[in-house]
């Protein structure tokens, strides 16, 4: 690979000093006629994609175009399989790096595995894997959107809505697999919570701000498809029930009853349900009643973001593999400090799993959210908001009660008293909030007013 992209760049090199060459030759002492075979020879697409330097000097071009172009570069088309290789491979990690702005913060990616590696201050490995992981989110959500534009509409939808929360489902693999229990359900918990009044309060804000005006000045209110809000409403509090009904068991059985017993199979169970409903929410969604979901401005409404894939479906399946490697590797260095993190005293583990994790697994979707919400495009942002948190409820949290099922670790859905309280006025507000199709400024001040103050129980709780 290094030779290769030697090989590659010494390739691009000699090209552009010969042209140099060929520009003084034809300018002076050789007539045009003697040198047009080597130029016509000179124009031919040795870099790919049709990339010529001419003779008015567009060297500052050439190079803009190997370093700074987010679609291509040049050599990726050349015969020559020593320059095509290297640039296809150099190709796919400008693509990746350049696709989304917060992936500056992968420079704390090699501090994070080094200073768990060699078991650096457990505060310092934390802060170091932390940030290391949203960046590497970033790339597995834009790998895993890469690979859905290929499939189609139908199958394009059920791998996002598969792989969407992938990066909680790894790092909560990990915490499962260290027995870190509590963890696990607080990063769920507060996964849902970050989407449904952290993400979609910043939405309603910011886009009610944005627009709260028409072209006549009266004010107004942006709207979203009533048939998402109506189903996701259900489909959370059909969420909230399953947290509600095992805290409530194990609260009523006498104390001579094996009562973990009891939840843990009534967990177990309600997750295989869990999983049905997801499954038939999926066939609802993307096939049978998917007009229910399109925007009210019509199904081509949000046209103009879609755009081609940049990666082939190797090149995004394997930068989608090494991913999730390297957010694995830092999740479990992440995960093991969290009990040396939390003995210091400067933070306790539930306020850890419920608000500091699932802002690592959600930054990026977070801010597009956000962003396609100042765009009035508010059936994007409910698509990330609700829609995740519906995946969690719905597939991450039953699939890892089921996992614990698997490797012997009583993972359930019995949470603790406040987390579930929380959890169900949570969905409560959401309801009534979004139940109308309607939001402004005012009911997104109310959610982030709601999640800071369950921010700030949390931490004092500990």
């Not at 990616?109 to 768990?116: E, R």
């Not at 396609?372 to 698509?383: E, S």
């Not at 859905?413 to 309801?431: G, N």
């Amino acid at each position: 690979m290094g030779k290769g992209l030697i090989n590659y760049l010494s390739s691009l090199t000699v090209h552009v000093q010969t042209r140099q060459i060929l520009r003084r030759v034809t300018t002076g002492k050789v007539p045009h006629e003697a040198a047009s075979p080597i130029m016509d020879d000179e124009e031919s697409p040795l870099l790919g994609h049709g990339h010529r330097i001419s003779n008015g000097g567009s060297e500052p071009n050439f190079w803009k175009h190997l370093l700074l172009d987010r679609t291509s570069s040049p050599g990726t088309k050349s015969p020559n399989p020593l320059v095509r290789l290297p640039a296809h491979f150099f190709n796919v990690f400008k693509i990746t790096l350049l696709s989304s702005w917060i992936n500056i913060l992968l420079v704390f990616v090699p501090f994070g595995l080094i200073a768990g590696t060699y078991e650096w201050n457990p505060t310092l490995v934390f802060t170091l894997n932390f940030f290391a992981i949203i960046p590497l989110a970033a790339i597995l959500s834009f790998a895993t959107e890469e690979i859905a534009a290929r499939l189609g509409e139908t199958l394009g939808g059920l791998v996002n809505a598969t792989l969407g929360n992938a990066v909680e489902l790894i790092v909560s693999i990990v915490a499962l697999r260290a027995n870190q229990v509590e963890i696990v359900q607080a990063s769920m918990l507060g996964s849902i919570l970050s989407n449904l009044l952290l993400v979609l309060g910043m939405c309603f804000f910011l886009g009610g701000l944005t627009n709260m005006h028409d072209a006549d000045g009266n004010a107004i209110e942006q709207s979203f498809s009533a048939g998402t809000a109506q189903t996701t409403c259900s489909l959370m509090t059909l969420a909230s029930a399953t947290m509600i009904l095992p805290a409530a068991l194990y609260g009523v059985l006498d104390s001579s009853s094996d009562k973990d017993e009891v939840a843990l199979l009534l967990s177990r169970c309600s997750s295989v349900v869990l999983l049905f409903l997801y499954v038939m929410y999926l066939i609802f969604s993307l096939r049978s009643h998917k007009r229910l979901f399109e925007s009210e401005a019509g199904p081509n409404a949000g046209e103009e973001e879609e755009h081609d894939p940049l990666l082939g479906p190797w090149s995004a399946g394997i930068v989608l593999l090494l991913t999730t490697l390297v957010i694995s590797f830092c999740a479990d260095h992440m995960v093991n400090s969290i009990d040396a993190v939390a003995e210091s005293g400067a933070l306790n583990k539930t306020f850890i799993g419920l608000i500091l994790i699932p802002i690592v697994g959600n930054a990026a979707e977070h801010v597009t959210a956000c962003v396609v919400a100042v765009k009035n495009k508010m059936d994007l942002a409910m698509g990330v908001a609700i829609g995740s948190s519906i995946q969690i409820s719905l597939l991450v949290t039953p699939s890892l009660v089921l996992l614990g099922w698997a490797i012997g670790v009583p993972m359930t859905l019995r949470f603790e008293t406040f987390q579930t309280v929380a959890f169900a006025v949570s969905v409560l507000v959401v309801t009534y909030t979004v139940q109308d199709g309607k939001s402004n400024y005012l009911e997104g001040a109310m959610l982030l007013g709601l999640y800071m103050i369950i921010a700030l129980a949390f931490w004092a709780s500990g």
